[in-house]
C-alpha cells in the first residue's frame, strides 16, 4: 500500500520568507502527484498537478517538483503571505486512488 | 468555474440514526470518489466509482454504510445506524478518468 508521509506536521514562518514543503511517497510507481490546500472546516483547493513524467510545476509563486525514483516531492513557497495561512496535503495517485499524506499546516504571521 | 456540489455542508445526528450525503461532479467527469478526513488526518478513501460502476470499495465498512452512483452522475452515501466514531468531514470529488487526471474536491460535509 502507498504511504505519503509529510514533513514537517507544522510551520510557522514570518511573511516574506521563502519555504519548502515537503512530501515523500514508498511506492515510484505513480500516475501524478497533486498539492492541495485546505482552509479550516473547507474542502480541498488543488494547487498544482505534476503527471509522472514531468519534474515540475509552477503556479505564480507556487513550484512543486518531482523525483519519482527517490519518491519525494516538494512544494516551494516563494514571498510567504499570511493568507497563505492553511494545511497543504501532497496526495499521489496510484493504483487508481489518491493516497494522502496528513498535511502541512502552515502559518504566516505579520 | 465548473465545481463538486455536495450538500448538506454540515449534518447533526445522534447514535444509531441514519444519514445521507448528496454529490453532483463536475459535468463529463466519469471518475467520482468519496473520501473521509477526520480531524486533524488527511483524506481516506472510502469508494470510487468508474461511471456508475463501483471499482474500489475496500476501505468503506460495509456494514453501515452504502454508496450508489445509479446513473453516473451525481452520487449519494448514506451511513446507517450512525456511530460517535463517524463525525468527520466527508469529501467528495471527481476526475476525467481514472489515471492522470486532476482530481477536484467538493467544500465537503461534516458530520457530527
Known amino acids: 500500500k502507498q504511504e505519503v508521509t509529510q514533513i514537517p506536521a507544522a510551520l510557522s514562518v514570518p511573511e516574506g520568507e521563502n519555504l519548502v514543503l515537503n512530501c515523500s511517497f514508498t511506492?515510484?510507481?505513480?500516475?501524478?502527484l497533486q498539492w492541495f490546500r485546505q482552509d479550516p472546516g473547507k474542502g480541498l483547493t488543488s494547487l498544482l498537478l505534476?503527471?509522472?513524467?514531468?519534474r515540475e510545476q509552477t503556479s505564480g509563486r507556487l513550484n512543486a517538483s518531482l523525483d519519482k525514483s527517490s519518491g519525494r516531492s516538494t512544494l516551494y513557497i516563494a514571498a510567504s503571505q499570511p493568507g497563505d495561512s492553511a494545511t497543504y496535503l501532497c496526495?499521489?495517485?496510484?493504483?487508481?486512488?489518491?493516497?494522502f499524506g496528513k498535511g502541512t499546516s502552515l502559518l504566516v504571521t505579520p | 468555474e465548473a465545481e463538486v456540489a455536495q450538500s448538506p455542508r454540515y449534518k447533526i445526528t445522534e447514535k444509531s440514526q441514519a444519514v445521507a450525503f448528496w454529490c453532483d461532479p463536475i459535468?463529463?467527469?466519469?471518475?467520482l470518489y468519496w473520501y473521509r478526513q477526520i480531524l486533524g488526518q488527511g483524506p481516506e478513501l472510502l469508494v470510487q466509482?468508474?461511471?456508475?460502476?463501483?471499482?474500489?470499495d475496500s476501505q468503506l465498512p460495509k456494514d453501515r454504510f452504502s454508496a450508489e452512483r445509479l446513473k453516473g452522475v451525481d452520487s449519494t452515501l448514506k451511513i446507517q445506524p450512525a456511530e460517535l466514531g463517524d463525525s468527520a468531514m466527508y469529501l467528495c470529488a471527481s476526475s476525467l478518468d481514472r489515471s492522470s487526471t486532476e482530481a477536484f474536491f467538493g467544500q465537503g460535509t461534516r458530520l457530527t
Open positions: 459535468s463529463g467527469h466519469a471518475t
Open positions: 505534476i503527471q509522472s513524467s514531468q
Open positions: 466509482f468508474q461511471d456508475e460502476s463501483v471499482v474500489d
Open positions: 496526495a499521489v495517485a496510484s493504483g487508481y486512488a489518491l493516497n
Open positions: 511506492d515510484s510507481a505513480i500516475y501524478n
